[in-house]
């Protein structure tokens, strides 16, 4: 049943008809003000040369302060490390170090993504700046 969900964001109980609960650990927010994009790590970016970099732009579908949900035209492999940028409507912006966790059973643009840290910053700004409360 939970087939598309980081285990280590969820921990499964069972109710009293034994169907599987879910008890997420952080809030995903559903957010239509961030701009995504992401960066694939490679060797050049890993000695410090980020500007050769090529940036793939992404559809944020759910975020937290432990990682994202993205659609991508652009194939990734799973544990591939990658670099999450996100851009508020308002200008804010976070670059956040990740890794590809899964790729979404049935969905072949789907990928989870997990911040490399939790990033509190983040969260906290997330709820601050929110205006209309939509969470998964």
Do not use: H
């Not at 793939?56 to 994202?68: A, N, Q, T, W, Y």
């Amino acid at each position: 049943m939970f087939e598309d969900t980081d285990i280590e964001d969820l921990t499964e109980i069972r109710n009293e008809n034994d169907q599987f609960v879910n008890q997420r650990r952080t809030v995903r927010y559903i957010r239509k003000d961030i701009a995504a994009s992401i960066y694939k790590n490679n060797w050049l970016s890993e000695i410090g040369l980020t500007w050769f970099r090529n940036e793939i732009p992404v559809e944020l579908l759910d975020v937290s302060s432990r990682g994202c949900l993205i659609d991508s035209d652009e194939t990734l492999a799973v544990d591939a490390k990658v670099v999450v940028v996100l851009k508020f409507a308002i200008g804010k912006s976070f670059e956040i170090n990740a890794t590809v966790v899964r790729k979404a059973e049935g969905r072949d643009r789907e990928y989870g993504i997990k911040f490399v840290e939790y990033n509190n910053e983040l969260g906290e700004y997330m709820l601050e700046m929110q205006s209309e409360l939509l969470f998964k």
